[in-house]
């Protein structure tokens, strides 16, 4: 292997074979003395700084080698383009050229990142030295900061430009190259759930005609650890205890423009539960008021979320009986011939440890006190790790921190430990505007201002207007999660709503103030209390409408007492498959202003997934109803109007109308009921396109009024005339938003019905 030597190896090689006679003349010195040494072209290093690299004084022996290794110092030095050493006589002479300083950093190139992003990652200045390998640093830099936009073909090459004065413009010139996508994710190994939908289990998704919008479709290898993770989550939590990922196979193409993704997976067989106890290992503990609290029972699909469902009931059983340092200690035992579990539930002694304290680090912003009523535990109680990950959990939920971390440590003694709580802040606030679209509505715009952690303490304030062809909202908005140091939800809604003409011949207004308290009443349950003050008014009454309409008009005041409870078990989750909800409400009118009524509303809904889980079905059931008393008389701001309730009509479009009346108006119904039935379900494309077919029907009626006198003294039917429709949808899932396209016959109407056989809903922000 041939090695090239520099221009200064070369001159102090050929100084020194002039040199070397010297020392072959006997009694000559096998060395080299100078009586001076003269530094060349150093401008603005100074002479001292030139002398203390090279470390060769006057006066003294110096051999060749010690010549060799000054100049590799100045050489290292990083302050000289090139360095030579010259022994003239008594003299040596050290020339020195100096790097250039930079005049400009400038790129070329770039059009996906633009000019001050790079900047931010590049560490050479304008004003200071030049630098080769400070350069060939920042090259990479700018190449990492397109890979991590999934440009891994992406070059950068540093070019200088001369100038005088020995200056010098650096130039990185970037050759993007286009996004390194994810063409294709497979699975090897599954057999109980397609392709499509485990690669709708994945954070990753492969690349589709939305490529230029959607970024999950970049190769990140920081994110097939979360996949594996949902993964497994996501098969345990359908009886597959065994399952694991055996290996995660992605492939680069040769043109580095697309990665294969593939997923070694082993399924595992599924199991169900056969045996379930409970046992207490403590003397004089009961185990009969634990086992009632178990939610697992035999034959059920194994599930996670059940066994630690059951386990957070127990251990609220041994807080209540004022038991410490209990452990509930889940033992399962696999029977493979038959795919089942046996578990037992073992109460336990736990070692007697307790929280010394809890240390918080890292929130600028937000007040300790946000993060330390996410902990059920305070200093002084026992020491339980279930509750420190939960809390962990709960804080992370909180979306003010980008990072949480929740650990502890052993404390002052060996029964005490330290809850170290290390949080990173992130913005809460958000300022948006957007668009939306509807059939009925039109084109809206909208503009919303929300701080979620307003004053670091965990409050949200928010401010929302929008707008649309015929009707105008705005709101602001005030919640304390934690009012009174509890878990009480305070919330305060300020609100103005305004219609013109919208699918009528009337036009609206409402404005009002909304005070709530909600707090929790059982592990799925909660309980809302509100009331509502408010003042509407109906105007713009045509003469051709009905007379009802007509006696309506007017200005009315409306001070009502409410309550809502609320039942969902996609708070716990225990049930992959499907999940219930159930709503109940009440409003009581009449503690002043001029309403006098109750209005009750339930709802009751359940979503399932079938089919190998490629089906989603949901169904749901709705009805309300208004009871007036003292002589009051329901008006139209007060009924229930169609359109929205039952698909395939216009808002206002069902419902009783006066038909003596040119413009036969809808009167809307004090009674209303509603079955709504849906099943979404993929329709062959790609699943990266974010494209899914649904079928639906619904039947329903709305009904009921208090003055059935219309125009002329025409008799209004009221009676409950059920309405029914079918209809197809298209499901989209944009950049710009979840859009839906309705398709819809009605197969059971009124004449007089108004219908709406397509439907577009469109909402983005930006």
């Avoid at 059983?317 to 452990?327: D, H, R, S, T």
């Avoid at 430990?417 to 802040?425: G, L, Q």
């Amino acid at each position: 292997m041939t090695r090239k030597l520099g221009k200064g190896a070369v001159a102090l090689l050929t100084a020194l074979a002039i040199a070397a006679p010297a020392a072959l003349i006997p009694g000559a010195a096998a060395a080299y003395v100078f009586n001076d040494v003269r530094i060349e072209g150093a401008q603005r290093v100074e002479p001292a700084t030139v002398l203390s690299y090279a470390n060769i004084a006057r006066g003294q022996d110096v051999s060749a080698g010690e010549l060799n290794d000054a100049l590799q110092r100045l050489q290292n030095s990083g302050l000289f383009e090139t360095v030579e050493i010259v022994p003239q006589g008594g003299v040596l002479v050290i020339r020195v050229s100096e790097y250039p300083t930079i005049n400009q950093i400038s790129f070329e190139g770039n059009r996906r990142i633009n000019d001050e992003q790079l900047a931010e990652v590049v560490q050479s200045e304008s004003r200071r030295v030049y630098q080769p390998s400070q350069a060939l640093e920042d090259a990479q830099n700018i190449a990492q900061a397109y890979a991590a936009q999934g440009r891994l073909a992406a070059r950068v090459d540093p070019r200088i430009i001369r100038r005088s004065d020995n200056r010098v413009d650096l130039v990185f010139e970037v050759r993007e190259g286009n996004v390194t996508e994810i063409e294709r994710i497979g699975f090897t190994g599954n057999r109980a759930f397609s392709d499509r939908r485990l690669r709708n289990v994945l954070d990753t998704k492969q690349a589709g005609i939305l490529r230029t919008f959607i970024r999950r479709d970049t190769f990140a290898p920081e994110r097939l650890q979360l996949d594996e993770q949902l993964l497994t989550d996501f098969y345990r939590s359908r009886g597959y205890a065994d399952f694991r990922v055996q290996a995660v196979a992605p492939e680069l193409a040769r043109e580095r423009d697309a990665f294969y993704i593939t997923f070694n997976i082993q399924e595992g067989p599924r199991y169900r539960f056969s045996q379930v106890n409970t046992v207490s290992e403590i003397p004089g503990v009961d185990a009969a008021a634990f086992a009632a609290q178990n939610r697992v029972g035999r034959g059920d699909i194994y599930n996670p979320a059940a066994i630690d469902n059951t386990i957070r009931r127990m251990e609220t059983v041994a807080l209540q009986q004022g038991l410490n340092f209990v452990n509930i200690e889940p033992r399962v035992t696999r029977n493979p011939q038959n795919q089942t579990l046996d578990l037992t539930f073992a109460i336990t002694r736990g070692p007697r440890v307790f929280v010394e304290r809890i240390d918080i680090e890292g929130n600028t912003t937000t007040l300790d006190q946000v993060i330390r009523r996410q902990f059920n535990t305070v200093e002084g109680d026992p020491f339980s790790p279930r509750e420190i990950r939960n809390a962990a959990e709960r804080i992370r939920a909180l979306g003010y921190f980008s990072d949480a971390q929740v650990e502890s440590r052993p404390g002052s003694s060996d029964e005490q430990v330290i809850v170290d709580v290390n949080v990173e802040e992130q913005p809460t606030g958000s300022l948006s505007f957007g668009a939306s679209y509807g059939v009925s509505t039109g084109v809206g715009l909208n503009a919303s201002l929300q701080e979620n952690n307003f004053l670091g303490r965990g409050q949200t304030l928010g401010l929302s207007v929008s707008t649309a062809e015929d009707d105008q909202a705005s709101s602001l908005t005030f919640i304390e999660p934690y009012f009174l140091g509890r878990d009480l939800k305070f919330g305060f809604n300020l609100y103005y709503n305004e219609t013109e003409g919208f699918n009528s011949d009337y036009n609206t207004r409402s404005v009002g103030v909304r005070p709530s308290i909600e707090f929790p009443i059982s592990q799925n349950g909660r309980l809302e209390l509100r009331y509502r003050l408010s003042k509407e008014t109906l105007g713009g009454v045509e003469e051709d409408s009905s007379a009802i309409l007509q006696r309506e008009e007017g200005q009315r005041t409306t001070s009502a007492l409410g309550y809502s409870y609320l039942w969902d078990t996609r708070v716990t989750g225990l049930d992959p498959l499907t999940s219930y909800k159930l709503r109940f409400s009440q409003d009581f009118a009449g503690l002043g202003g001029d309403t006098k009524s109750v209005t009750t509303s339930a709802l009751a809904g359940v979503e399932s997934n079938a089919w190998r889980e490629e089906v989603t079905l949901r169904a749901e059931f709705e009805g309300g109803a208004i009871y007036s008393y003292d002589d009051y008389t329901t008006w139209i701001l007060d009924r229930y109007r169609g359109g929205t309730r039952i698909r395939g009509f216009e808002p206002n479009g069902i419902g009783p109308r006066d038909l003596a009346a040119e413009n036969e108006d809808g009167l809307g119904g004090n009674y209303f009921w509603v079955v709504r039935t849906e099943a979404q379900f993929p329709i062959g494309l790609p699943e990266e396109y974010g494209i899914s077919g649904g079928l639906f029907a619904d039947v329903g009626s709305i009904w009921g009024l208090d003055d059935t006198v219309g125009t002329g003294g025409n008799i209004v039917d009221d009676s409950m005339n059920i309405r029914a429709t079918v209809g197809a949808s298209v499901f989209w899932t944009t950049p710009i938003g979840p859009l839906r396209f309705n398709f819809s016959h009605a197969v059971k109407k009124e004449d007089y019905d108004e219908e709406q056989n397509f439907d577009l809903t469109i909402s983005t922000r930006f």
